[in-house]
């Protein structure tokens, strides 16, 4: 395993990204999504999922319409159609008439350079904005502080009455942060509040001069290889999607704990963090794979390779020997990350996905297909609970005892 983490060891430089553990094969016991349905509606490229309660999620595409799903059952509930171009972002956001979590509002952005609200339980419009200059690529809601922004050319701050703000100044609170991260491999941690830098991290691909770490320096030098695609965040790790790579990088303590540098053999879109230390990703090769983040324990004698120190950022070369205890220490918290799940099915680039806790996982994909994962085990199980139903009902249960 730490072989293939540092790219080195026996195996040729040439050959150092084909790691056994990029290919899991048939059998994935800690892999539950073993059966899957097929949901087709859409005829151009289904980037966005949205989830908006615990059984109905959203699509939406390059065909510029919304579908609106039943998560159990694979059932389609609504089609929303109203934009001219491709949707280029969507949220959820609660309705102004309710704040239960059922009642949501669905918000999308056009290449039509308009934003529609609709209302996820009729499928209705309830409010048109077309005031905008530039196509709309992003929508996010900031919960804490009750409004959601649109950012293209410019960025706009709304409320939950979808009155645009002209002054943020009022807006306070006293733990409030965000995370970036660029095509150049940079992840900043930003104070919400005062704008200043929090922590800083371009450790991914370093691509300073190392010794005995050429092929790694040849790869630096595509921009692809470097690029944050995605994050997700916890209370304790940012979880990036950098290039074809997977890093894990602890908020306390500032620096990257665990990597798989080519998690996938395309970019990684998409990432999710599941729970019990699970993580998710989706990649341009078609492929979803499930992670595992796994502590271990390294003796401080152990003999590492020079670019190993680099990758996790622990310092340049001649830095190593003036901070042997501080080496000793970021040693013994390192983790792995260990592939246990992939999932096959689509034919094309899996855009995003969704997780549902009773219900499995969703995928949207590039081939104009949404894919419900389901897990084999517990719908087996629901299936004998259902015919034991059905024959109670009949009478034909009491018949055969």
Not at 217 to 229: A, G, P, R, V
């Amino acid at each position: 395993m730490l072989r293939w983490l540092i790219g080195g060891g026996r195996e040729p430089q040439g050959l150092a990204e084909k790691s056994p553990l990029q290919t899991i094969g048939e059998e994935q016991t800690q892999n539950p999504y073993t059966e899957l349905l097929v949901l087709k509606a859409h005829h151009d490229i289904v980037r966005f999922l949205v989830q908006l309660d615990d059984y109905r999620f959203a699509s939406a595409g390059d065909d510029g319409i919304v579908v609106v799903w039943n998560a159990q059952t694979g059932e389609k509930l609504l089609e929303l159609n109203g934009h001219t171009q491709k949707i280029t972002a969507i949220i959820t956001f609660p309705s102004l008439e309710s704040c239960e979590e059922k009642n949501q509002l669905i918000l999308t952005a056009s290449a039509d350079r308009r934003v529609i609200v609709w209302d996820s339980d009729t499928g209705r419009q309830v409010q048109r904005i077309s005031c905008f200059q530039s196509t709309v690529k992003c929508l996010t809601v900031l919960q804490r502080l009750d409004v959601w922004l649109s950012g293209g050319n410019d960025l706009c701050v709304w409320n939950r009455k979808l009155d645009l703000l002209c002054k943020t100044s009022h807006l306070s609170d006293t733990d409030l942060s965000f995370v970036t991260g660029s095509h150049i491999g940079e992840l900043i941690i930003w104070d919400a509040l005062d704008w200043t830098m929090q922590a800083y991290e371009r450790n991914f691909w370093d691509p300073s001069p190392q010794l005995d770490t050429q092929q790694e320096i040849k790869l630096c030098q595509k921009s692809n290889d470097i690029s944050i695609h995605h994050f997700t965040c916890d209370e304790e790790n940012v979880f990036a999607a950098v290039g074809r790579g997977l890093y894990v990088y602890n908020l306390h303590m500032k620096r990257v704990i665990a990597c798989q540098k080519t998690a996938h053999d395309s970019s990684v879109l998409h990432i999710a963090k599941l729970p019990n230390r699970q993580l998710i990703s989706c990649s341009e090769d078609g492929s979803v794979r499930i992670w595992e983040l796994r502590e271990k324990q390294q003796l401080a004698a152990e003999p590492v390779p020079t670019g190993f120190f680099n990758m996790w950022g622990f310092g340049r070369v001649n830095k190593q020997a003036s901070q042997p205890v501080k080496k000793q220490q970021e040693n013994a918290t390192s983790c792995s990350l260990e592939l246990i799940g992939d999932l096959i099915g689509h034919s094309s680039s899996v855009e995003m996905f969704l997780y549902f806790e009773d219900h499995g996982l969703v995928t949207c994909s590039a081939d104009h297909l949404i894919i419900l994962w389901k897990n084999g085990e517990r719908e087996s199980g629901l299936r004998s609970l259902r015919l034991f139903q059905k024959l109670e009902e009949n009478g034909d249960l009491y018949l055969a005892v």
